[in-house]
């Protein structure tokens, strides 16, 4: 296995340079997506509320009045793609959330954010995004989904490199943060993150603002994940830059901004799905952000 990944991506380097002449283009190419929870994650904690199936090619969390539970990437990252394949807790979740994000920990931290926000039986999940630079949060956008995420598995992703932060569903991109570093906005950058995912009780916030309580007389909440990809730039916790940056997929110019397909699909959700963008909300921000500014639609 590791001879055949090595001899492809020499063989690829080969062509690309002979059709280039271009080193900087020998990028490793994506890695699988359907990976165990062992190739990149360990329980952080609740250990007995993780269940595995198919020798941990799937796995689940468990919600109950006594805890929840989450599990994290084992490497610390600068740059790259993650997704996970979910199916969130069915029928009553209301109080609950199932989180997705990626985090740096510390206390400037950068932090890259998917909640989705449970619901009485029948009533819609809403999606939270958020980005953190240097501690600083406040960039809430939430949407609705425009699929039942309970049914089935559907596919989160985020892409993140020096030029962006795209966060996708089922490869649709929901939202971006352009590095708008020019106009003085941090961007994460300089600290590596790791990737975590829990499923908790938020039931003081999450579902119609707090009103709706968790219904304990449903636990245990069951949340699935499979398709447990990391493609990163594995770094140090103490690290401030990636040593093989600009030569990775991910750095390359097709993922450097959105394509016109990508655009017209952002605004596609901006505008059907999207209940609350921090970028249009005036009584907050009378100043729109800066980072705003690279919305093409606003
Ligand atoms: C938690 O739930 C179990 C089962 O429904 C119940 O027996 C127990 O009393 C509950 N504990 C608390 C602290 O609410
Ligand atoms: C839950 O359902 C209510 C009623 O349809 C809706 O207003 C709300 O946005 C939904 N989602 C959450 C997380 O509160």
């Known amino acids: 296995m590791q001879k055949m990944d090595s001899y492809s991506t020499l063989t690829r380097c080969l062509i690309i340079l002979a059709s280039l002449a271009s080193v900087a283009l020998c990028t490793n190419p994506p890695r699988p997506v359907d990976v165990p929870f062992s190739r990149n994650y360990v329980p952080t904690w609740a250990y007995d509320h993780i269940k595995y199936f198919n020798g941990g090619s799937e796995v689940q969390l468990h919600l109950d009045n006594n805890t929840g539970t989450g599990f994290q990437s084992k490497g610390s990252y600068l740059f790259g793609h993650f997704s996970m394949n979910i199916k969130m807790v069915p029928g009553d979740s209301a109080?609950?959330?199932?989180?997705?994000?990626?985090?740096?920990?510390?206390?400037?931290?950068?932090?890259?954010?998917?909640e989705f926000l449970g619901n009485r039986?029948?009533?819609?999940?809403?999606?939270?995004?958020?980005?953190?630079?240097?501690?600083?949060?406040?960039?809430?956008?939430?949407?609705y989904l425009w699929f039942d995420?309970?049914?089935?598995?559907?596919?989160?992703?985020?892409?993140?490199?020096?030029?962006?932060?795209?966060?996708?569903?089922?490869?649709?991109?929901?939202?971006?943060?352009?590095?708008?570093?020019?106009?003085?906005?941090?961007?994460?950058?300089n600290q590596p993150m790791k990737m975590?995912?829990?499923?908790?009780?938020?039931?003081?916030?999450?579902?119609?603002?707090?009103?709706?309580?968790?219904?304990?007389?449903?636990?245990?909440?069951?949340?699935?994940?499979?398709?447990?990809?990391?493609?990163g730039c594995e770094a140090s916790v103490e690290a401030k830059f990636c040593?093989?940056?600009?030569?990775?997929?991910?750095?390359q110019p097709q993922f450097q901004d959105l394509d016109a397909s990508q655009w017209r699909w952002l605004r596609w959700v901006r505008r059907k799905y999207t209940i609350y963008n921090y970028c249009t909300d005036k009584t907050r921000y009378p100043q729109l952000p800066s980072e705003c500014k690279r919305n093409r639609d606003i």
């Open 243 to 251: 040593a093989t940056q600009g030569k990775r997929w991910w750095d």
């Open 149 to 189: 995420p309970t049914l089935k598995y559907h596919r989160y992703s985020i892409l993140w490199n020096l030029y962006q932060i795209v966060l996708l569903v089922d490869n649709i991109p929901i939202r971006v943060f352009k590095n708008s570093k020019d106009l003085g906005v941090k961007f994460p950058f």
């Open 121 to 143: 039986t029948g009533q819609p999940y809403i999606l939270q995004t958020n980005v953190f630079t240097g501690g600083k949060g406040d960039k809430e956008q939430r949407i």
């Open 95 to 114: 109080g609950t959330v199932t989180a997705f994000y990626l985090s740096s920990q510390n206390s400037e931290h950068d932090e890259i954010d998917f």
């Open 196 to 231: 975590y995912n829990s499923l908790w009780n938020a039931d003081d916030w999450a579902t119609r603002g707090g009103l709706e309580k968790t219904d304990w007389s449903k636990a245990p909440f069951i949340a699935q994940y499979k398709g447990f990809h990391i493609d």
